[in-house]
Structures are given as structure tokens and as C-alpha cells.
């Protein structure tokens, strides 16, 4: 057995080219992914020579670095041959683990083909040794070396293609590299040289034969290749980012002068560094001047402290910022921008720069405030006519009650001489002028309320009294068409302290509302005390058994100068004030009205003022009117830049019998969804300056309006994202009409409804019908998650709730509504078909009757409901006086 050495330089020599092959190769090679399909198969080719030609080379070195007795020569064709495996094995890798849709997965494919192609490299290129003893090899070692070339392999194939970083290429490398080495010298120490011959001499330092000095010429040359390999890659690559980049900024370049806004960049404390061609445009200053905050001189001076001062809050708090401030153009002038600027960061979150925009909002602005003060303008002049109405009271009020004194005196006069044939037409011109009077008594007191003129004068009152002072006064007029007036007086009505003149009228204007449109019928007065989170509130109700009226007549009742129809009107006469006017009263007082009414059957108006003044009760509401400006409990809003669409919606919305509101932008519709507080709000996407979204997410940021349903009605109506902002319901345009009834008609006031649950159509009609005929209103719900969205909209006064329901049954519907605001003490009458165990009993412990289907008629139904709301209203009733006497 020959003894054997190494040259520890040329060892080193062989490590230093396996790693820096497999450096070049994994660079190679990671490019692949993202390249043509016709540069693809190059990048292939050079990742394949430059890792091929690279383990050869160090393969080959590390036979020069081994040194034994006897001289070594190389056979050229398997040489080649091992040359060309090396280069072979590691093109299919990189061909089989860069191909499209390849994952890690494939890296178990790859990495053993190079692995293997690696010691098919090594142990063909010992086979080409020709030496003059015998070779053998040891088994185990052999299947060592393969193992580390196959597990070397896949281990940098997986760290190449799952990051592209330059140091996890480094360390890819180094694994590759060390590996090929670990694997070469391995295979050495598996290989055992015998001499034929005795006299063979110890390992030796001595020059090389011919054949080993072609072969070191063949790895320099290799070497070298691959070096130019890896500087031809790294060319190419420099040329394809510096196209991207030309590209990139010519993008860039095209979209600022396409926008025309200024844009600008500073380092990370804000000062501007080298050319800023659209900053330097406007304003005129030359690079110089605008170097470091040179900028500032061009800004007003009223704003320079503004602008430093939000920068340095938003480079405090690591943010972006946004504000407005005026520049001074190239020709001295001064305009209103709008600047956004926003952090470049580097890969450790640190800024590196900033990079910002100013958008010229000059006109804009001019525009908005031109159109604030033309709507103050407006708005003036309106106050200012009411005003003048309002000043002309004694003016016309004196001429009317000179010809009605005139009038009554020429009565007497005529009645005196017997001069009967003048006693009617005299009677006509007084009772004329009567109504003139009274017809303008109540146009002055509507122009006062607008004029916010009209005060109140409080006193204190005893409820039941004041209640039957006011009945008695109209009583006559109630029984001039043969009508019974029912006074019903709880007995904790107590005292309250309010303007007696102005509720004593709402009160007049009801009875004697009542009496006009019922003939031989019943007018019932009812007072009541509430109380709720808000305090005490007095509640009248004046129900009739007239001839009542349609929801479409309900919906316009309170318009000035309307009543029912035409034919209403030369029946029954009317200006059509009095119900307007008294609701503006009962506004004014901190109140409302509000009426349920069905045609042929009645009429039932509620008026509910709160016992004790307080500061909102004396604020000068808007008095419902033709111009579509009611507050009332149905108002909807409608947020829209396109005035013919506000013009379509508002005439849909007032036939469907909602009070309108409309708003022409973002900014505008948010000032008035605080301030009206609307039933609903229908809000279009694609406006200028605040677009929808931007509006919605403020709406549902501001507590006061965050409860507010909102609806998207947009070209660009995404449900998706209106959900995720809160909006309730996304109609495309052009508006399905149908559909977006139906979803209005959820939030419709609801106090007083009855809320069927029911998965059963049929049971629900069949329901509807009995209830509306003992006179409640009545919603419906398929089952118990749309019963929640209702109860979302308008908490009911009572629940009919069926038990076996799809999507959410009435056992969790119970669960559900008992935990909402308000719902704890709703009254809920569970009407089921299903025989009801004793723990199914438990569970509906919450419920306030359990009645069975079939067991009870429609009729028993609608009694214990009536039961139950008397119940409900005498309990509320007792917990008012308790808290009364604790007071």
C-alpha cells in the first residue's frame, strides 16, 4: 500500500473554487424563475457550466494537492466524460427545480440529482487515473461521500430558492461548496493505492508529470470560465435593473406631469436634497434656494409654524401626515395647497426618506366657501321673510278684528230693527272673517316658530285637570255630529311643568281634528306618564273611530296647507295648518306627534312632550313642510353629487312615504346626518373631494351617527367592503327600485309594532290579518336572524315568536334578544307546534306566554296580546310612580 499526502495550499485552492462555483451557479440558478422562456434555458446552460465546470475544477485540484510515490497520469476521454456529468447532473437540478409551478417539494428531486451527479463526477474522474499500482475503494466511505454530496445538494437548493438574499446565497454556497470538498476528499480517503512494484518510494513534494501539468492548465481554464461566467451574469443583470429603473422613473415622470400636482422628496429629517424639478417650477427658486428647508421661504409666512409643527408630530409618531398650506408661486402670488406626505422606509423600518404631494385646491376652496355663503345667504333670507311675517301680526291681525267687531255690532243693530234678511249675511262676513283671522293667526305662529321668535312660557300644571279643561272646551264641538268623547286619565298623571297655551292647542287642534272627520262615533282621550332614560314624558292620545286615512294620506299629513285629498278638503273644510302647526309646537316643546291610522276604520294621533323642560326642549326645531324638510320619525338622507339622482331618489323616497333630506357631497351629508339624526342614510360612492367610503367610515367612527343604517347606492357598490365599513346594504346602479323598498321598509319607525317570527308564510298572513284588524301594525320575520335585524331597526312593543325556525330558532332568538338594549322587558308570546319538553320549558323561561298551535285561535292569539300590552303599560306605569314617591 502506497503512503499518501495532501498540499495543504492547493487544498485550500480546491475549497476556494468549490465555493465560489457554487456561488456563481446558485446566483445563476435563482434567476431562472423569473426569466422569459427564451433566456430561461441560457441561465440554465451557465448555471449548469459554472457548477459543473466548478466541481470539476475542484475535483481535479484536489488530485494535484494529493501526493503518493508514483507518478500519475489521465485518461483525456473519461476526463471529458466526468466533466461533462458534473455539468449534465447539475443543468437537470437546475432545469427540474426552477421550472414554473415548482415548490420545495421538487428541491427532493433536484437536490439528489446533483448530489449523485457530483460523485458520478468524482469517482469517473478517478477512474480516468492511471497510476502504477491498483485502486480500491471502501464501501461505507464511498456511501458516506454520496450521502454528503446528496444531502449537501438538497440543503442549498432549498436555501437558494426560498430566499433570494444575497448572504442566503453566501451560505448556500458555503454548504454547497464545503460539501463538494467534504464529499471529494472523502471519496479520497475510501480509495486505497497499491503499488505493483517493490521499491516504491515514500510521498514526495516533487514536480508534476506532463500529463498533470495539461490538467492543471485545463482547471485554471475552467476557473477562469467560470469567473467570466459570473461577470457576464452580473452585466446582464446590472443592464436589466438599470432598464427597469429608466422605465420605473419614466412611469413615475409621466404620472406627475399626467396629475399636475407638485411632488416633491426630502431626506428623513425633512430636508430637501438635490434637483426638485416640480417644487422649483412653480415656485421659482432655483436647487439651491429649496436645498435643506430653503422650501419654507416659499411658504406664507402665517404657515410655516403649522407645516414644521405637523412634521415634526408625524416624524415623532412614525406616521404620514396631511394638512393644507398656502405657496408662493414664480410670480408672487399666493395659492392653497393640499400636502400629503408620506415615509419611504428601509428594510429595518427605519425612514429613510419622505416623499410627498401638493394638490392645488384653490378654486375648490373658493368654491366651497362661495357656496357656504350663498346657503347663509339663503338661509337668511328665509329667516328674514319669517321675520317679516312674524312683525306683521299686529298689522293684520287689527283691520280683521275691526271688521269682525263691526260685524257683530251691525248683528245686534240689524236683530235690534228686525231686520232679518241682513242677520245672515252679516253672519257670513263674520264667520269669513273669523276663518281669515284664524287662518293667519297660524301662519304667523308657523313663521315665528321658523323666525325662532316663538318662546315658551312655563308653568306648572296638574295633568288630569289641564287634561279635562281641554276636553270640556271642544266637547261641544264633539257632540255636534252626535260623537261620545271618553276621557281615560291615568291615575299618576301628577303635575308637569310646560307651556299650557301652546300644548293646549296641540291638544284643540286634535279633538277638534278628530271631531270633523268622525260622525256618530267615539273620540277617546287618553293621558299617560312615561318614563325612560330621558326622564318623564306626558303622553295624549286622541283615537277616533272616523273615517281614517291611507299610508299614502298619512305620509303627507303634516305638510302645510295639505290635507287628506281634494274631496276631504270640500267635505270637511280645513286650511290644512292645524296638524302642522301643532306638531311644530310639540317640537318646540322637546316633543312629537306621531299617527297610526287605517281607512274606514279611525284614527289614532299620539302626542308625547316631555314633563319638565329642559335645554333641548327649548331648541327651535324645523317645521315640517312641502319643501321636503320634515324631522320626522321616517326622515331618510340621501348623500349624492348628481343632482339628478337626489332629485329621482327624493321623489321615490316621498311616495313611499318618507321625509327627505339631500346632500350634494360628503362633507355636507355628514353635518347633517348629526344634526337630523335620519331614519336611514342612502349614500352614493363616486363623489369628488370625500368619496363615500370615506364618508361611511366616518359616520361610523362619530358615536352620534355610528347607529345610523347606511345603504350604498353606486355604480361601485362593493357589499364586501360596505360590510366591512359598516353599511348595511349595497345597491348597484341603476337602482333596483324593488329592491331598495324592500330595504328601506326595515327601518320605517316601528314603536308599537307586534314583530311575527315564523318560518310559515301562511301563519304569518293569517296573523297579520287578525292583528291589523284589533289594531296593532305588525312586521314579520322568516326566522330568527332576520328577526334580529328588526329588532335592529325598531325595537317592537311585543314578539309573536314561532320555535322550529331554519338559520336561527326561537330558542336563540330568545337568548339573542334578551341582551339587547332595550329588549329585556319586551313581551313574547312563543306560539309553537312542537310538543314543548320540560328543559325546552326552561330555556324559555324568558317567555311571557306559551301557546300552541292549533290549541289557540287567531282571535285568543290577539286577546293575550292585548293582555300582555296592558299588562306592559301598567307595569311602566307602577315603576313611575315608585320612582315618583322615591323622588
Not at 461505507?140 to 444575497?166: D, E, G, K, M, Y
Not at 404620472?255 to 426638485?276: F, L, N, S
Not at 326552561?842 to 300582555?868: H, N, P, T, V, Y
Amino acid at each position: 500500500m502506497v503512503h499518501t499526502g495532501y498540499d495543504p495550499s492547493l487544498v485550500a485552492l480546491s475549497i476556494a473554487i468549490a465555493v465560489f462555483a457554487s456561488y456563481t451557479a446558485l446566483d445563476l440558478g435563482g434567476r431562472v424563475r423569473g426569466a422569459a422562456a427564451g433566456v430561461r434555458w441560457a441561465w440554465v446552460a451557465l448555471a449548469a457550466v459554472a457548477m459543473g465546470g466548478g466541481i470539476w475544477a475542484m475535483h481535479f485540484v484536489g488530485m494535484l494537492a494529493f501526493e503518493m510515490g508514483m507518478p500519475a497520469a489521465y485518461d483525456l476521454g473519461i476526463t471529458v466524460a466526468s466533466l461533462l456529468i458534473a455539468v449534465a447532473a447539475t443543468g437537470a437540478a437546475f432545469a427540474w427545480v426552477s421550472r414554473k409551478g415548482a415548490d420545495t417539494r421538487d428541491v427532493l428531486v433536484s437536490g439528489p440529482l446533483m448530489g449523485l451527479g457530483v460523485a458520478g463526477m468524482h469517482y469517473t474522474g478517478m477512474a480516468a487515473m492511471r497510476v502504477a499500482g491498483n485502486l480500491a475503494y471502501s464501501l461505507p466511505i464511498v456511501a458516506i461521500s454520496v450521502a454528503i454530496a446528496v444531502t449537501a445538494a438538497t440543503a442549498a437548493l432549498w436555501l437558494t430558492f426560498r430566499q433570494n438574499s444575497v448572504w442566503q446565497k453566501l451560505a448556500a454556497a458555503a454548504v454547497m461548496g464545503l460539501a463538494v470538498a467534504g464529499m471529494h476528499y472523502t471519496g479520497m480517503a475510501a480509495a486505497t493505492f497499491t503499488a505493483e512494484e517493490a521499491g516504491a518510494h515514500a510521498a514526495h513534494a516533487t514536480g508534476v508529470g506532463v500529463s498533470q501539468q495539461y490538467l492543471a492548465l485545463s482547471v485554471a481554464g475552467a476557473t477562469f470560465l467560470i469567473l467570466f461566467i459570473a461577470m457576464l451574469a452580473s452585466a446582464f443583470e446590472q443592464q436589466r435593473v438599470q432598464r427597469n429603473l429608466h422605465i420605473s422613473e419614466g412611469r413615475f415622470r409621466a404620472a406627475a406631469e399626467a396629475v399636475g400636482d407638485i411632488i416633491w422628496t426630502t431626506d428623513a429629517r425633512g430636508a430637501m436634497v438635490g434637483p426638485q424639478p416640480y417644487w422649483q417650477a412653480f415656485t421659482g427658486q432655483s436647487e439651491a434656494e429649496c436645498q435643506g428647508t430653503g422650501w419654507a421661504e416659499a411658504v406664507h409666512p402665517d404657515d410655516v409654524g403649522p407645516t414644521k409643527a405637523a412634521w415634526r408630530d408625524a416624524v415623532a409618531a412614525n406616521r404620514g401626515y396631511e394638512l393644507q398650506h398656502r405657496v408662493r408661486n414664480r410670480s408672487g402670488g399666493y395659492r392653497l395647497f393640499a400636502v400629503k406626505g408620506r415615509p419611504v422606509r428601509n428594510p429595518d423600518g427605519t425612514i429613510r426618506e419622505w416623499v410627498g404631494i401638493h394638490a392645488d385646491i384653490t378654486e375648490r376652496e373658493a368654491f366651497e366657501i362661495a357656496l357656504k355663503e350663498a346657503r347663509d345667504a339663503a338661509e337668511e333670507h328665509s329667516r328674514a321673510k319669517s321675520r317679516f311675517l312674524a312683525n306683521m301680526s299686529h298689522e293684520l291681525r287689527t283691520p280683521l278684528s275691526a271688521v269682525i267687531g263691526y260685524s257683530e255690532m251691525l248683528e245686534e243693530e240689524a236683530e235690534e230693527l228686525g231686520q232679518e234678511s241682513l242677520l245672515k249675511d252679516l253672519g257670513k262676513i263674520k264667520s269669513n272673517a273669523q276663518h281669515l283671522l284664524g287662518l293667519i293667526n297660524d301662519v304667523l305662529d308657523l313663521s315665528k316658530v321658523e323666525a325662532e321668535k316663538m318662546e315658551l312660557d312655563l308653568e306648572d300644571i296638574d295633568v288630569a285637570a289641564f287634561t279635562r279643561d281641554a276636553a270640556g272646551t271642544v266637547e261641544a264641538l264633539v257632540r255636534k255630529k252626535g260623537n261620545v268623547l271618553v276621557l281615560d286619565i291615568a291615575d299618576d298623571a301628577g303635575r308637569a311643568r310646560t307651556d299650557a297655551v301652546k300644548l293646549r292647542q296641540c291638544l284643540f287642534n286634535l279633538l277638534s281634528n278628530a271631531a270633523k272627520f268622525t260622525e256618530g262615533g267615539t273620540i277617546t282621550l287618553r293621558a299617560r306618564r312615561d318614563t325612560d332614560g330621558a326622564g318623564d314624558w306626558l303622553r295624549f292620545t286622541v283615537e277616533d273611530t272616523g273615517i281614517g286615512m291611507s299610508t299614502e294620506q298619512v305620509g303627507r299629513l303634516f305638510e302645510r296647507f295639505t290635507q287628506a285629498d281634494e274631496t276631504t278638503t270640500r267635505r270637511f273644510g280645513g286650511t290644512g295648518l292645524g296638524l302642522a302647526l301643532s306638531r311644530a309646537f310639540a317640537q318646540l316643546l322637546g316633543g312629537d306627534i306621531t299617527v297610526v291610522s287605517r281607512a274606514g276604520q279611525g284614527t289614532c294621533f299620539t302626542l308625547r312632550v316631555p314633563a319638565m323642560p329642559s335645554d333641548q326642549a327649548v331648541q327651535m326645531p324645523a317645521v315640517a313642510g312641502s319643501e321636503g324638510a320634515a324631522l320626522t320619525g321616517d326622515l331618510v338622507l340621501v348623500i349624492d353629487d348628481e343632482a339628478s339622482q337626489r332629485e329621482v331618489m327624493t321623489r321615490f323616497l316621498e311616495r313611499q312615504r318618507f321625509a327627505v333630506r339631500t346632500a350634494g357631497d360628503g362633507r355636507t351629508g355628514l353635518e347633517l346626518a348629526k344634526s337630523l339624526k335620519p331614519r336611514a342614510i342612502l349614500l352614493d360612492v363616486m363623489m369628488p373631494e370625500m368619496d363615500g367610503w370615506s364618508v361611511l367610515a366616518a359616520l361610523k367612527a362619530d358615536q352620534e351617527t355610528a347607529d345610523i343604517p347606511v345603504v350604498m347606492v353606486s355604480f361601485v357598490a362593493d357589499a364586501a367592503l360596505g360590510a366591512s365599513l359598516g353599511a348595511v346594504e349595497a345597491v348597484p346602479k341603476p337602482v333596483d327600485w324593488t329592491r331598495l323598498r324592500t330595504i328601506l321598509d326595515q327601518f320605517r319607525a316601528a314603536d308599537g309594532d307586534v314583530l311575527v317570527i315564523d318560518d310559515d308564510a301562511d301563519m304569518r298572513q293569517r296573523l297579520r290579518t287578525v292583528l291589523e284588524r284589533n289594531g296593532w301594525t305588525v312586521r314579520e320575520a322568516g326566522d330568527g336572524r332576520e328577526a334580529l335585524d328588526q329588532v335592529g331597526h325598531g325595537v317592537p312593543r311585543l314578539v309573536l315568536l314561532d320555535l322550529t325556525m331554519p338559520v336561527m330558532d326561537g330558542f336563540l332568538f330568545l337568548d339573542r334578544l334578551r341582551i339587547l338594549p332595550g329588549c329585556a322587558e319586551v313581551p313574547v308570546v312563543v306560539l309553537s307546534a312542537r310538543n314543548i319538553t320540560a328543559a325546552e320549558r326552561d330555556r324559555l323561561s324568558e317567555a311571557d306566554r306559551i301557546l300552541r298551535k292549533g290549541d289557540a285561535s287567531l282571535q285568543d292569539i290577539a286577546s293575550e296580546l292585548r293582555k300582555l300590552d296592558n299588562r306592559q303599560a301598567h307595569t311602566e306605569e307602577t315603576a313611575s310612580v315608585e320612582a315618583s314617591s322615591q323622588d
